[in-house]
Each structure stands twice: as structure tokens, then as C-alpha cells.
């Protein structure tokens, strides 16, 4: 059998989650992988933290050489979060010919290339399942399942946070502030949500993705993105009356060599692949050439979904007796072959609100017809009070995003106001 030591950088939530994990699952471990694993110490900051699961107390340490330069450790299991000191000590574990399986996109996302040049030098292991949607193993199945297909298309609801917030908008006609507050009661939200409500946490994890799917490095400053903060109930109401729902959508399209890659919430139809993941679920549609569609939906966050990410990366790692790394060059920089798009095409779901006087239409199809916008459909909710205001809602055709934008600029005058402008993904890409 063989004997495995290892260490965790962390031990908060996750890092809790694998331990308990490995505990409970130890027995089939040895049983069906022949491996026996021993968890030897733990870094965090502070030994004596109430803990979710009965650490023992021996295993913590705050010494970050007590789990870095101890020999015995040939892996090392990254769950501290944030991109320092955890990719610093990723590297030094890396330089010492660990192994290192780590849960944290930040770090993976800005560092990848100094990581797994410094995996591949020294004839280590770099496993990041966890980084992107938890236990949906959309790592393993871009880098082996679908290798045969060049991918076109890898889109998806990556945030577990912001998908429960825009479904719980949605089932109680709640405002943005209500829900994020009940989410943030009941533990759901973090305290400080920014990374996941400004669609941050989910930039990291489409970099990452989308840099396997296209065997191109797709940094996160190529990554155009908007929150949820800004999507209201009335949004929310109007696409649901239109057949529509809104979700915080990472997108990456690849057509040639021109990526365009965005996050940021979107309608997309009610019959959409996408449209019936819920509440706190992750969900990932696909397309390859050869596959075609192909969507993978689960739980993308908490302790044991995320640990089940964990300990098959840590069992992959030690029962394969040679570790593979991403076939494209990993540098920093974008790959030179790849150009960026940022003027893509889609539709427009635009809420407005205007001064119920003639000729205020023909100003606002104006604006769109001068800079080459076209209306699919207008229309007017409710009656303004004679010299009121009344809410206009429309959908454009497909329409070029600075085309749009300058649309909007052109348009603010003191008759209208853009009360909300939301990106339509029609229909499933090919
Ligand atoms: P967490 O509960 O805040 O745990 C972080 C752990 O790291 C704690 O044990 C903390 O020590 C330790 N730590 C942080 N900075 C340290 C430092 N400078 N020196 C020593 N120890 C340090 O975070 P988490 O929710 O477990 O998340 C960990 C990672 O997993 C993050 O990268 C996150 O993005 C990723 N992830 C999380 C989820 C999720 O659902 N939470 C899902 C997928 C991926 P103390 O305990 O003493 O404070
Ligand atoms: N905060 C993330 C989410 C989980 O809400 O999906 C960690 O990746």
C-alpha cells in the first residue's frame, strides 16, 4: 500500500470539509486505491479558532515551514484563499517538489503561469478542480473528456452567490438589498459579498476555464464585467413577462482566433439550457465540435462539494505516476495568436423611462437608428400622469456593443433616462 503524508495550507471551511472528508472516506480509500493518506499539519492564523469540525488541535500550526519544509510532506492542499501568501507558499512547495492541490482561483487565475512553470521544472503536480465550480468537474472534463473537440463556446452560472440572489429576486418579487440581506442572515452570503455580486469570483473562474477550452491564456484583465447590483425587480418582472429570465452569465465565445470573453448578468429565454439552474447551483454549457452541447450543473460551493473536488484531485495526483500540465503556452500575457474582442454582437433588454410627451419615441428610435441600432419590440407599462413619467421597455436586434453604448449616451437628455440596460444571450451558441 502505498503511504501518502501531506499538509493543508488553511484549514477554515474547505479545509474542514477535507479533512472531514478524509476521515470518513479514508477506509475506501485504502480499500479501492490501495493509498493510505495522513493528514500531518495544518497552517492557519490562529490554533486556537472555534473550528466547524473536530481538527484535533496537534495537526494546527502557524508556522508555515512546519508543513513547506518538512520532507515527509509530498503534497500540500492550498485552502487559504486570496492571491498572497497563498501563491507564495504554493511555489515554495512547488520549488521543494511537492505536489500541490489547490481551491483558490484568485491565486490560480493571476499566478497560473509562475505555478505551473514552477510545477512542470520541478517534475510536481498542479490540481485546481476546486477552483471552478466546486464539485462540478468541469477541469477534468475540458482537459480530458472533451479533448478531442475544439471548443467554441464555454458558458455558464459559476456563482453560486448571485445565482441564489436573482432566483430568489425572481420567486418573491423581492428587491437586490432584500435578499442580499436575508442571504447574508441565513450565512448564504458572505459578509463582505463584493467579489461575488460585482462578478469578480466568477471573472477568476472563467479565466481559468476558458483558458482549457481554448488552449490560450485568457487573462482576467481581457474580461469585460458587470455585477448584479444594478438588476432591479422591474428588470427582473419585465424579462419574466417577455419569457425571459436573468442570470449572472460568464461567457466565453471563440471564433478563429478572436475570444470574446464577458461576465455579466443576461436574459436568456425561459427554454434556455441554462435558464432552470437555480437557486445556489452551478451550471456549464459547452459546445465542441465534435460533442456539440453539453451542460454539466451542480453544487458549486460549501464544504463537501468542494471537498469532493479536493480529494479526487489529491487522489488523481498520487495513484498517476506522471502529472500533465495544460498543453498551451502559460504566460502571463494573452497568447499572441489570440485577439479580443470587446465590440461583440448581441441583444439589448434596455428599460427606460421618459417624459409621456409627442415626439419623446421618435428621440428615442432616433438615438437607435443613428448609431445603427435596430428595435425588435417597445413597450409602454403603465400611464404617466399628463407631463409624468412612464417606463419604457425594449429589445433590440443584434446590435454591436459600442453601437450601443454610444445609443445610450446619445440619448440622455432631460426627456429620458436609462434606467437599465441588460445583455440578451438570444439563443445556444454553436
Ligand atoms: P476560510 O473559511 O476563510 O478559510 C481560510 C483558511 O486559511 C483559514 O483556516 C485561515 O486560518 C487560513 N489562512 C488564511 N490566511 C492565512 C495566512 N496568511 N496564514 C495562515 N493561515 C491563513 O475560506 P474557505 O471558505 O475555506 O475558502 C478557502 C479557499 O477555497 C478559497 O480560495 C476559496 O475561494 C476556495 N473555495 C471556497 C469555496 C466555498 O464554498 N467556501 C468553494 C470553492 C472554492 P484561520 O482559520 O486561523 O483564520
Ligand atoms: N463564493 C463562491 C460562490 C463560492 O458563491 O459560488 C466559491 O467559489
Redesign the pocket.
Known sequence: MKEVVIGFLGCGNIGCGVWELLQSFNKDIVHRDDVHITIKKMLVRDVNKQRNSPVPRELLTTEPDEVLSDPEITLVAEFMGGEQPATDYMLRALHAGKTVVT?N?VALALNWHLLQAAAKENKAGLYYEA????AVPIIKTLTEALHANRISCVMGI???????ILTEMMKRGCSYEEVLFDAQRLGL??PNPS??VEGL??TY?LSIMASLAFHARIPVDKIYRNGITKVTKEDIAYADEMGYVIKLLAIAKRVGNTVEAHVYPTLIPREHMLAGVNG?L?GVYIYGHACKEMMLIGR???DMP?ASAVVSDILQAVTHTQHSYPTFQNTKEPSPEMSFDDDWETEYFIRLSAIDKPGVLSEIAGSFARNRVSIATLMQKGNATPGGRVALVLVTHKAHEMDLRSALRDLQSPDVSVDSMIRVEGRQPS
Open positions: 481551491a482561483k477552483s471552478v465550480c466546486g459559476i456563482n453560486g452567490t448571485t445565482n441564489y452570503a458572505e467579489a461575488d469570483d466568477a473562474k445556489a452551478n458549486g460551493a460549501g468542494t
